[in-house]
Each structure stands twice: as C-alpha cells, then as structure tokens.
C-alpha cells in the first residue's frame, strides 16, 4: 500500500493467495505431550494474540527499515489505530512525499485512500506494502480469527518449551495460506512464525523480539522479517509510544478518513 507509488498496480505483486480449510479434527500431540484438540490450540493462539496486541483501541507508531542484498536501506514509518483486531487505519508518516495516504481495514476489507484519487482502491491483505512486509502484516493482527489451529507439537528452544502450532487459513482472503508458529509455553509469547504460500513453499520467517512493556503488558516490540528465497533481504519493525485510544466505531469509515491528519 504505502510503497512508492506509481499507480494501483504496485499493490498486486508479489501477493500469496489463501485456500480456504477450517480445521475441526482431533489431534494427538508428539513429544510426550497429552493429547489434545484444536479448540487448545485456538486458546494457546488467542493468547499470543493477546500479547502481540491488546483488544481495546489503540494508536502505535511503526518504523519499518528494509535491507537490500545488496546493502541498500529503506526507512518508512507509519502511524496505525487499531481496534478489537478487526478494524485499523494505517497512515503514512514517511516519506513526506507519501504523506496523506491511508489504508483503511474492516474486518478482511481492504482499501487504500491515496490524495491524487477520488475513489479508494481495494486491495488484497496477502500484496506487499514494503520490503518483506505485506498489507496483512501491519494491517490485521488477527491471528486467531484468520486461522484454523493444529498443535503439532513441542520444542525446546534455548532450553525454554514452546508449542509448534500449524495454522491454515480460514478463507481466501487471508495473508498466508499457512503459518507455523512457536509460542513459548510459560506466557504465551510468540517466538518465531513461518509464513508459507498456496504451492507451500516457505515465503519469509517473522521473530517476535526486544519485549518490553506497552499498553500495560509486555509485548514484542520488534519483528524481523527474513525473505527465504532472497539471502539477505529482511524487513524490521520497530513498535514505539503505543498507548489506548478510544475509537469509536465510526472512525473505521471511509467518510471519517478526511479528518484524519
């Protein structure tokens, strides 16, 4: 969305498409585990959702630095409310050049507003708003209700345990078709997500780092993410001064966007 933006057709590249599968199957867990079901893996995947992100409104602000492999760093930094995980307004802060433009996104609906255009674009939550970083990324947090959740297993990491959960998107309109992801087991704190696409070929791995305190818990104030086909090429998002908003549901309407500064 906020990428340079020569015309709407930047949003339709690079774009992993979703298949839709609900889980509903009973699952035995490897590595000594009990067995389990999916309705423990959604909790487990509610939880995480929790500490990534908090229910109510909020405003956070998002630098995104983007390595090159051949060395070369962008930096774009954006402004984002969020509410209840189902409804945000992302708005760049810079470049300046890019200032003014802002994506709108109620429930899985997506739409960029851009100054020179009198009518929003819709696009796609899987297309790429910069570097290894898609729409969907920054857009929706969602986790638990995009996807279906299998546990698959247990890992030590570091000496610490973490749930393996394998998560398939619920619809088509979803960022990744499937993800692994690790949670550590103490406190649900996400460790390491594994994004795959349709044909399941790995896209890019996310680490969830530098936990701090924000909007009244700890959470994850850096991601890394890695591009798995291109050594060397990573995106990194810096979550800084969030705080809870009151945000009622209007502000989450296109004819509401006009205020917005």
């Not at 990194?236 to 296109?254: E, I, Q």
């Amino acid at each position: 969305m906020f990428a340079k933006i020569p015309n709407a057709a930047h949003f339709f590249r690079n774009g992993a498409i979703a298949l839709a599968m609900v889980v509903s199957q009973p699952l035995i867990a490897q590595d000594g585990d009990v067995a389990t079901t999916d309705s423990t893996a959604k909790a487990i995947l509610e939880k995480a959702d929790e500490v990534r992100f908090p229910r109510e409104g909020f405003e956070v602000s998002v630098v995104i630095n983007t390595a090159g492999a051949e060395g070369a760093m962008e930096t774009r930094k954006y402004r984002v409310l969020s509410k209840g995980n189902d409804n945000t307004i992302v708005m760049v802060v810079e470049p300046a050049s890019e200032r003014g433009q802002i994506l709108l996104m109620r429930g899985r609906d997506l739409w960029i507003f851009l100054p020179s255009v009198s009518q929003p674009v819709r696009l796609s939550l899987a297309q790429r708003l910069t570097g290894q970083v898609a729409n969907g990324d920054l857009a929706r947090a969602n986790f638990a209700g995009d996807y279906g959740a299998k546990l698959l297993r247990s890992e030590d990491i570091d000496g610490e345990p973490h749930y393996v959960l394998e998560l398939t998107a619920v619809d088509r309109g979803v960022t990744y078709h499937r993800v692994l992801y690790w949670i550590r087991k103490a406190n649900n704190f996400p460790y390491k997500a594994e994004f795959y696409a349709l044909s399941d070929r790995l896209l890019k791995t996310c680490y969830y780092e530098n936990f701090k305190m924000m909007a009244g818990r700890m959470r994850p104030t850096r991601l890394v993410m890695q591009d798995a086909l291109r050594k060397g090429e990573e995106s990194v998002l810096d979550y800084t001064d969030m705080r809870f908003r009151d945000l009622p549901d209007k502000v989450f309407s296109k004819d509401y966007l006009k205020r917005l500064e």
